[in-house]
């Protein structure tokens, strides 16, 4: 069955540093992977996906993840970090659901960011 | 503002209570999800409606339906309420029947029951 790990429960970066949130999945085909972003008091946010071709995706508010095959991975990472981005990330793969499709999710990390 | 409106925002009710939640998607937008949130288990997907239509189905106990309506807003309704049913309970919506296509989330109803 398809599932997904975030390693990472809490993570606290210093505003200006770089980020990577860690995604592992379990799937048997080509993964579709999304990753999604819950500011606090507000619902999810879709940051980026990958469905195919360049395994380097580039999202909104300057965020990318790179898809790895060979290490079912599918981290984000962003450069400098905002203390706005501070949030919680979820991570989600795709998956059948009788004839349609539904989102397998990660329970989340959650960003702090020091001033 | 994602444009998904869920009312209410906050509910407290007791054990064996019934309860509606309500959604109204984003304008335009034809599918409805539901799902629930909690700390032990996470987002956990319920139930999609597209067109009025029930789509796909997740982790739904028996105890819950949904449905929706011919103007596209969403009831989820929660019957026999136990404890373990507290929950953060999110709507989303989108424009397609699929779910891969981005989906726009409410703001949640926060569900307590004692």
Redesign the interface.
Known sequence: AQSVTQPDIHITVSEGASLELRCNYSYGATPYLFWYVQSPGQGLQLLLKYFSGDTLVQGIKGFEAEFKRSQSSFNLRKPSVHWSDAAEYFCAVGAKAGNNRKLIWGLGTSLAVNP | D?G?TQTPKHLITATGQRVTLRCSPRSGDLSVYWYQQSLDQ????LI?YYNGEE????NILERFSAQQFPDLHSELNLSSLELGDSALY?C?SSVL????N???????TRLTVL
């Not at chain 2, 996470?42 to 997907?45: K, M, R, S």
């Not at chain 2, 789509?55 to 997740?58: D, E, I, L, P, T």
């Not at chain 2, 029947?97 to 891969?100: M, Q, T, V």
């Open positions: 994602s998904v996470g987002l956990q997907f999609q789509r796909a189905k997740g999110f989303a029947g699929d779910s891969y981005e989906q726009f989330f409410g703001p949640g």
